[in-house]
């Protein structure tokens, strides 16, 4: 059974229909009677990862991709991928974890225990997400001793906690997962979704502590404020803050909070750095930690491409990311209120601060043809909120762009989940930087500029990656040199070093960022691909697309199962699943 929560634009309410009384509704019935296929076909997956030597772990240490797509059978090639919940997460032959946390805005967490074997087999395991209604959670939280659920109470009324990432935790170090899926069937098995994984390893006690790791401060902070909001559902339990009955070290391995156990991971070898939103009104040198001000700071950091990391290109190159031409491109699944002047601070934001207005920002969003053409048919569309009167606005529908590439066929194709930003060059082959995020495009979860820009207000909790080639250039150094960092592995025992490298021979050309549908074009073997799965350059619309609103869009018109949007919802609480 799905927990419930607001959603974080208000326009997709995932409400629980229990009556009253406590007893529940039909629909919930019919929901109920058919949870056991959903519970089925997610053990299904999860017997093939049981099986010895059946993992299949190339998504983990893949050389070209540092972020990667979710397994999708029969979508088209550009969005689906090698990652898995239930296949490859955690080695079979290893010990399971001895801890697990799972943060998300919505969790089923019977599905979820049937589909992600290390998860369901950690000797420890914490849930932060909401918790919708409590009385029938708890239930569910207490029903295992080795878990304890935490649910955000959230200091405004239109906040939620939207960030998406699974902490599994070794005694020798930690596996994290930053990605874009909540836990459940539609979205574990169905959508378009993006995933960044990465092992980190115990910082070792001889370790130089004043080495920067900013992916570490930026982890820890956004645990320390989560830890501000968080009540335990069900069993007495605590996340490590003051103030809250607290749940015994031995849930965090011997460390007081789940802050302090981190705190102990040497995060310096990140491939990508963590971004994150925490709700409140930031001011001072708390401005541009969170939300898009801090990938304004991350770019700013980073030269905005004028330490070279273009490859060398020129400032008016079609192949130069960096060019003035360039574009913004922005993909999300939910749109809200979007004034004008706020689409120009954000586009300010990615572009390092240098100023938005238009100069060239185009949003991915899908169209009402890509909705009724997926898998799931109208029922696809539920999952992408948005009011025609926020959808529909002449500064959002002339700078919107396709999902699908029109040239591509598939027998099963699947609507977008993931969110994503880049800034991409003219011809579409070279990436400045790449961002996967839990966040939308929106106020409440990139943060909104107050008091002339002095503060800003963020209403939401978010995580994210952003990719550029100088994280990219440090990743492969760390290779050539068979730097631990670069190979250790949480579910090995005994972790490996590189052989051979040391760090000599000729310095490499510095790395690019190349979209997997450019791949041919890549002429360096420390390239990173980033599979975004949207055509680069973007393409606008056509004059007979519409793009997609919950609100009419699909009135009169039937999807690729045959159905009107009422006899596709009809059908899915009929049967429990979609045709």
């Given amino acids: 059974m799905s927990t419930a929560s607001q959603s974080d634009q208000g326009t997709n309410k995932r409400s629980s ?51 990667h797509l979710l397994s999708l059978p029969g979508a088209a090639p550009q969005t689906s991928g090698s990652f898995s919940f239930a296949q490859g997460l955690w080695s079979a032959a290893a010990p399971p974890p001895e801890l697990a946390v799972a943060m998300n805005f919505l969790v089923d967490l019977p599905y979820f225990d049937a589909l992600c074997a290390p998860w369901r087999l950690a000797r420890r395991k914490v849930v932060v997400a909401p918790a919708g209604d409590r009385a029938r959670v708890a239930p569910y939280a207490n029903a295992q001793e080795n878990l304890t659920w935490f649910h955000p109470e959230m200091p405004d009324a239109f906040g939620c906690h939207h960030a998406k990432c699974l902490m599994l935790f070794s005694k020798t170090g930690m596996r ?73 070290s031995e849930t965090w391995m011997g460390f007081q909070n789940l802050a302090e156990l981190l705190a102990h991971h040497d995060f310096t070898g990140a491939r990508a750095d963590l971004t994150a939103s925490v709700p409140g009104r930031h001011t001072g040198p708390n401005f541009a930690r969170w939300g898009s001000k801090a ?78 053409q997926c898998r799931e048919g109208w029922n696809g569309g539920n999952s992408i909120p948005g009011k025609q009167n926020n959808v529909v606005r002449n500064h959002l529908t002339t700078r919107m762009c396709q999902f699908w590439d029109v040239a591509v066929a598939a027998p099963k194709p699947a609507v977008p989940h993931i969110k994503t930003y880049c800034r991409v060059s003219s011809d579409g082959k070279r990436l400045a930087w790449a961002w996967l995020t839990s966040a939308n495009l929106s106020g409440a979860a990139l943060g909104k500029a107050e008091k002339k820009n002095t503060q800003v207000f963020i209403r939401h909790f978010e995580m994210g990656v952003l990719f550029t080639a ?6 492969a150094s ?13 579910d090995v025992a005994a972790p490996r070093t590189l052989g051979g490298g040391g760090g000599g021979g000729a310095k490499s050309e510095p790395p690019a960022l190349i979209p997997t549908q450019h791949a041919a074009s890549s002429t360096n073997a ?49 049967t429990g699943h979609n045709p």
């Fill in 17 to 67: 229909s229990v009556n009253g009384d406590g007893t529940y509704s039909l629909l919930e019935l019919a929901q109920m009677r058919h949870k056991r296929r959903d519970l089925k076909e997610a053990g299904s997956m999860l017997e093939i990862n049981e099986r010895p030597g059946g993992e299949s772990a190339s998504f983990q240490k893949h050389a070209k991709e540092s972020f």
């Fill in 176 to 248: 994290l997962v930053v990605h874009t899926a909540n836990y459940c069937k539609c979205d574990c098995q169905e959508k378009v979704q993006g995933a960044f994984v990465q092992d980190f390893p115990r910082r070792q006690s001889n370790s130089n502590s004043s080495v920067e790791d900013t992916f570490r401060d930026t982890l820890v902070s956004y645990v320390r404020e989560l830890d501000k909001v968080i009540s335990p559902v069900g069993r007495v339990g605590a996340f490590g803050g003051n103030g809250l009955a607290a749940v015994g």
């Fill in 295 to 372: 990938i304004a700071r991350l770019l700013r950091r980073y030269g905005n491409g004028r330490s070279g990391s273009s490859a060398g290109a020129s400032s008016s190159s079609c192949s130069d990311p960096w060019a003035n031409e360039a574009r913004i491109v922005a993909q999300c699944s939910s749109l809200g209120s979007i004034p004008e002047t706020l689409l120009h601070e954000i586009e300010a934001d990615l572009r390092g601060g240098g100023g938005g207005g238009g100069r060239g920002f185009s949003l991915v969003w899908p169209r009402v043809s890509e909705v009724a």
């Fill in 470 to 475: 100088e994280r990219c250039a440090a990743y």
């Fill in 478 to 490: 760390l290779v050539a040199a068979g730097d631990l960092r670069s190979s250790f592995q949480a």
């Fill in 526 to 574: 420390c390239d990173v691909l980033v599979p975004l799965p949207y055509p680069l350059p973007p393409r606008p619309y056509l004059k007979m697309d519409r793009p997609w609103y919950t609100d009419g869009a699909a009135e009169n018109t039937r999807d690729r199962n045959g159905h009107t949007q009422m006899q596709a919802l009809q059908h899915y609480q009929l």
